[in-house]
């Protein structure tokens, strides 16, 4: 009798995949029409497009900072799939490399669409210190408006909030993603999915909202006078690498180490030095910044991690581990020797 395949085929992910993909889209071509204005400094919450001059209709929309953004979301989520797909899948057994390939990109199009409906939301809605709010929920507030007879572009600085959400969007992909190197040959499809939705809702978007929105954590604001003032994060060391690595550190229960590099930076804006070399004090709030992601992402993933153990079991079976996850949990063989 043939055993129950607990993950889906390949059609099944191409089928998530395309439907994460059409949400992508959707919000590309929602700010295409914006691309066709120019740029003129200021800092309005909306932008109206329409018949209006494009001093009037687009005030403070940056073309060349929208076409970047844009440009950097598709070389994040290209890191996703197919770099991370096969990186990771070049450092597995042979028998396993289909199983990983379908964890990465059934993320691609899983995570999509949370994001696009509550994890946006929870990450950057609101001014709360701790936790977003509903004002983004299902792209609320993102999308392109119509008010008073012509169409309003939501803005996030000088680009559209929609090009905002999407290349946050491609980070909140990839980090689950890099999770999945430490169980590599080990989990369940089914619970790593539910593992994987639970940890962007209930660790991300919290570490997302204190870094990079108006939280505890986020450098210079009100509420990270409880941490020293904050961090600065310009690459996603806190929010991406540092709690991907922490949780597949639980989630692996194996040894690691971190490699501690104090570097000197300067504000931008005022020129004053932070780097501790430099006589600064950010090296406070990166510490800070630090151990807190450390201490809440360990918790979350352990906490997180036994109660689907407990409610659905983890683990594969020895013998579908001795099988491989490519016939096991996919029903496929990604190398087939005739």
């Given at each position: 009798?043939?055993?129950?395949?607990?993950?889906?085929?390949?059609?099944?992910?191409?089928?998530?995949?395309?439907?994460?993909?059409?949400?992508?889209?959707?919000?590309?071509?929602?700010?295409?029409?914006?691309?066709?204005?120019?740029?003129?400094?200021?800092?309005?919450?909306?932008?109206?497009?329409?018949?209006?001059?494009?001093?009037?209709?687009?005030?403070?929309?940056?073309?060349?900072?929208?076409?970047?953004?844009?440009?950097?979301?598709?070389?994040?989520?290209?890191?996703?799939?197919?770099?991370?797909?096969?990186?990771?899948?070049?450092?597995?057994?042979?028998?396993?490399?289909?199983?990983?390939?379908?964890?990465?990109?059934?993320?691609?199009?899983l995570m999509?669409?949370?994001?696009?409906?509550?994890?946006?939301?929870?990450?950057?809605?609101?001014?709360?210190?701790?936790?977003?709010?509903?004002?983004?929920?299902?792209?609320?507030?993102?999308?392109?408006?119509?008010?008073?007879?012509?169409?309003?572009?939501?803005?996030?600085?000088?680009?559209?909030?929609?090009?905002?959400?999407?290349?946050?969007?491609?980070?909140?992909?990839?980090?689950?993603?890099?999770?999945?190197?430490?169980?590599?040959?080990?989990?369940?499809?089914?619970?790593?999915?539910?593992?994987?939705?639970?940890?962007?809702?209930?660790?991300?978007?919290?570490?997302?909202?204190?870094?990079?929105?108006?939280?505890?954590?986020?450098?210079?604001?009100?509420?990270?006078?409880?941490?020293?003032?904050?961090?600065?994060?310009?690459?996603?060391?806190?929010?991406?690498?540092?709690?991907?690595?922490?949780?597949?550190?639980?989630?692996?229960?194996?040894?690691?180490a971190m490699?501690?590099?104090?570097?000197?930076?300067?504000?931008?804006?005022?020129?004053?030095?932070?780097?501790?070399?430099?006589?600064?004090?950010?090296?406070?709030?990166?510490?800070?910044?630090?151990?807190?992601?450390?201490?809440?992402?360990?918790?979350?993933?352990?906490?997180?991690?036994?109660?689907?153990?407990?409610?659905?079991?983890?683990?594969?079976?020895?013998?579908?581990?001795?099988?491989?996850?490519?016939?096991?949990?996919?029903?496929?063989?990604g190398y087939?020797?005739?």
């Amino acid at each position: 009798m043939k055993k129950p395949i607990d993950a889906p085929s390949a059609t099944a992910v191409l089928t998530l995949l395309r439907l994460g993909l059409f949400v992508v889209a959707i919000s590309c071509l929602a700010i295409a029409p914006t691309q066709a204005m120019a740029a003129e400094p200021s800092e309005p919450t909306t932008a109206a497009v329409g018949d209006l001059p494009v001093e009037e209709s687009a005030p403070g929309l940056s073309l060349s900072d929208n076409t970047w953004m844009l440009l950097s979301s598709a070389l994040v989520l290209f890191m996703t799939a197919p770099g991370l797909a096969m990186f990771y899948s070049g450092l597995v057994r042979k028998k396993n490399v289909i199983g990983v390939m379908m964890q990465c990109v059934f993320l691609m199009g899983l995570m999509t669409i949370v994001w696009a409906l509550w994890g946006y939301s929870f990450a950057f809605g609101g001014s709360g210190g701790y936790f977003g709010n509903f004002e983004f929920i299902a792209l609320q507030n993102v999308q392109l408006q119509w008010a008073e007879g012509q169409s309003v572009v939501p803005m996030e600085g000088s680009i559209p909030r929609l090009a905002h959400m999407l290349f946050q969007g491609m980070f909140f992909i990839i980090t689950p993603a890099l999770i999945c190197g430490a169980f590599a040959e080990r989990m369940k499809f089914s619970a790593m999915v539910v593992f994987m939705v639970l940890w962007g809702t209930l660790v991300y978007c919290p570490l997302c909202h204190w870094v990079w929105d108006s939280g505890i954590l986020a450098y210079g604001t009100e509420s990270a006078k409880i941490s020293a003032g904050g961090a600065l994060d310009f690459a996603g060391g806190t929010v991406v690498h540092i709690s991907s690595g922490v949780s597949a550190l639980i989630c692996a229960l194996a040894w690691a180490a971190m490699e501690w590099i104090t570097r000197a930076v300067s504000d931008m804006a005022e020129g004053s030095p932070l780097g501790l070399i430099e006589g600064g004090s950010v090296i406070v709030g990166q510490i800070v910044a630090t151990a807190v992601t450390w201490v809440f992402a360990s918790v979350a993933t352990f906490i997180l991690l036994k109660i689907i153990d407990a409610t659905m079991g983890l683990r594969i079976s020895e013998a579908d581990e001795i099988e491989g996850l490519d016939l096991s949990q996919h029903g496929e063989e990604g190398y087939i020797v005739i």
